[in-house]
């Protein structure tokens, strides 16, 4: 399984950005989707998720109300739609998969396949 993540850049604070993230080798519909973040000299954090079906998604809460994930299982493709973007949300982003139900949506360690990352900037 390969996941190939795009659509990051740089972007003025406020403005938006749709990551895309392309799996391949595995049948995504049956895979749970995730991004995560980080930045230089910390841990890599939770963005959000989406269940396999694309019935439940999850955020972390300094996203939620700006960030839309998102998922269309013809295009083996899942989206992050990020709007009123802000300096903080600087970072590389990851997307991963995992093919078994967890309650652990946001733990990396869950995930068994990532992506290799696309840069965010976000200038104030």
């Known amino acids: 399984v390969q996941l190939q993540a795009s659509g990051g850049g740089s972007v003025q604070a406020g403005g938006s950005l749709r990551l895309s993230c392309a799996i391949s080798?595995?049948?995504?519909?049956?895979?749970?989707m995730a991004w995560f973040r980080r930045v230089p000299g910390m841990e890599r954090e939770f963005v959000a998720a989406i269940r396999a079906s694309g019935g439940r998604t999850y955020y972390a809460d300094v996203v939620k109300g700006r960030f839309t994930i998102s998922r269309d299982n013809a295009k083996n493709t899942v989206y992050l739609q990020m709007n009123s973007l802000k300096p903080e949300d600087t970072a590389v982003y990851y997307c991963a998969a995992d093919k078994y139900y967890s309650e652990r949506y946001y733990s990396q360690e869950r995930y068994d396949h990532w992506g290799q990352g696309t840069l965010v900037t976000v200038s104030s």
């Open positions: 080798g595995g049948t995504f519909s049956t895979y749970d």
